[in-house]
């Protein structure tokens, strides 16, 4: 691992500790500074322009063999939903689950799980970086979004996609993402309903999370419900384009 990606992890880290967790850490006070914010705005905007112009919008991040999957995968986030509607599904093996696409797409649709594993297909083994500085190697196979976005139909204005999630961290309200179309249609971005080779569990997302290999753990939203495509993301929630980014992570968690 390079000495760039291991300050830009511990300074993540710091901020995670430091900045976001509010439930963890019991105070926000710094994720609502606005010198706090300012220096996580300018690191974002430089990490972003220059993975985009070292990397081609197809790059690869790196896979690796069945001989380098973790012994051990944490659950990151929430390892839990405490919804009803969740668990009722979860019972009967989410053969009631429809994952929803709308916003600015010319087909709102919605599809099944079944339906979903009979789309175009991706297997990776890649590794998971997260923002509190351990990393596990796992084995992904799912949807991949390029092609499903494709049948929808994107209209001209949409920009970005908004994965809105079943979980909830502590009291807060439940946990959302979004990333931009150049990491939407690149071909390791899939909506993942298997790892290591079985369905996904509960802590791990279960029936389907997004991994998008490119960047940090907490951009992969687990517990996928709804897509959405959208032009801005600034009336949603908080207005920073996910759970972790109203609270002072980065949006664009390139790694």
């Not at 850490?25 to 322009?49: H, I, M, Y």
């Not at 939903?81 to 689950?97: E, L, R, T």
């Not at 569990?201 to 279960?206: K, L």
Request: aromatic letters at 10%; glycine letters at 10%; one cysteine or more.
């Amino acid at each position: 691992m390079s000495s760039d990606r291991i300050s830009r992890r511990s300074f993540l880290a710091r901020g995670a500790a430091l900045g976001g967790a509010t439930f963890l850490g019991g105070c926000d006070q710094l994720s609502r500074s606005p010198s706090f914010r300012e220096v996580l705005s300018k690191a974002e905007w430089l990490t972003k322009n220059v993975q985009r112009l070292v990397l081609t919008e197809r790059s690869l991040a790196r896979e690796y063999s069945e001989a380098d999957l973790s012994t051990h995968f944490k659950a990151n986030g929430s390892t839990s939903v405490a919804d009803p509607i969740y668990q009722a599904m979860a019972k009967n093996g989410f053969s009631d689950f429809a994952l929803s696409i709308d916003g600015l797409v010319e087909r709102p649709t919605s599809l099944k799980l079944e339906e979903l594993r009979r789309l175009p297909s991706r297997t990776q083994i890649t590794r998971h970086d997260c923002v509190e500085g351990w990393s596990a190697i796992g084995k992904w196979t799912g949807a991949q979004l390029g092609p499903l976005l494709q049948s929808v139909g994107l209209k001209p204005e949409a920009r970005y996609l908004v994965f809105h999630c079943a979980d909830k961290l502590g009291a807060f309200s439940k946990y959302y993402e979004s990333i931009d179309l150049i990491d939407a249609f690149h071909p390791q971005t899939i909506l993942a309903y298997d790892m290591n080779g079985a369905p996904l569990s509960v802590p791990h997302g279960a029936p389907i999370r997004l991994r998008v290999e490119r960047q940090l753990g907490y951009k992969h939203a687990k517990y996928v419900q709804r897509i959405e495509a959208v032009s801005s993301f600034a009336m949603i929630e908080g207005g920073r384009g996910g759970f972790w980014e109203d609270r002072g992570y980065e949006w664009y968690a390139g790694i």
